[in-house]
């Protein structure tokens, strides 16, 4: 069975600070990883993947995640945030079905 | 426009009513999805299917139906709609190739008086 932790549940941070929402994952299988951000009132969009290849993987925004196999870990890093990054992110997992498993989310607010 | 969409995107119903959430999706993905989303649950499962007419329970089915009986829809129906039902409502699909994502419509916010 696979499981996601999303460590934190809510991440408070200031304008132009860096941050780290913390991601880990357990599974008997190999996994592809992904992380989803959720802004007010819309769906979860794809933010990033990992799937082979290269641990480090970045999106188009600035965010990037580190996919650690030692540490079961996929952790999602931003050097600078801004106001428009304050939103839910979620982790998720795909193992050895088509079904993703999530995790509960972490909400990131931006303070100004 | 290509895409997953949902309606309506608000209802308010009654308890004992019979109530139909809707999504369609134009890519002709295989693999759908429904999910509630609940302050502190994060995202449940309710049904997911990998084709038309092939439909399966996730984490909390009990309460809701499914069909599926063209690819590109996949109705949700609460047949006697409780108060623990009041959620936001997703739906997603995804090609069914386990490097792939899934795509997300913008929820149904449902409140059951």
């Known amino acids: 069975a696979q499981s996601v932790t999303q460590l934190d549940s809510q991440v408070p941070v200031f304008e132009e600070a860096p941050v780290e929402l913390r991601c880990n994952y357990s599974?008997?299988?190999?996994?592809?990883l992904f992380w989803y951000v959720q802004y007010p009132n819309q769906g979860l969009q794809l933010l990033l993947k990992?799937?082979?290849?290269?641990?480090l993987v970045e999106s188009i925004n600035g965010f990037e995640a580190e996919f650690n196999k030692s540490q079961t870990s996929f952790h999602l890093r931003k050097p600078s945030v801004h106001i428009s990054d304050t939103a839910e992110y979620f982790c998720?997992?795909?193992?050895?079905?088509?079904?993703?498993?999530f995790g509960r989310g972490t909400s990131l607010i931006v303070h100004p | 426009d290509a895409g997953i969409t949902q309606s309506p995107r608000y209802k308010i119903t009654e308890t004992g009513r019979q109530v139909t959430l809707m999504c369609h999706q134009t890519?002709?993905?295989?693999?759908m999805f429904w999910y509630r989303q609940d302050l502190g649950h994060g995202l449940r499962l309710i049904y997911y299917s990998a084709a038309a007419d092939i439909t399966d329970k996730g984490e909390v089915p009990d309460g809701y139906v499914v069909s599926r009986s063209k690819t590109e829809n996949f109705p949700l129906t609460l047949e006697s709609a409780t108060r623990s039902q009041t959620s936001v409502y997703f739906c997603?699909?995804?090609?069914?190739?386990?490097?792939?994502?899934?795509?997300f419509g913008d929820g149904t916010r449902l409140s059951i008086l």
């Open positions: 997603a699909s995804s090609e069914g190739q386990r490097t792939q994502p899934q795509h």
């Open positions: 998720a997992s795909l193992g050895g079905s088509y079904i993703p498993t």
């Open positions: 990992y799937l082979s290849g290269s641990t």
């Open positions: 599974s008997s299988v190999s996994v592809y």
């Open positions: 890519w002709s993905h295989s693999y």
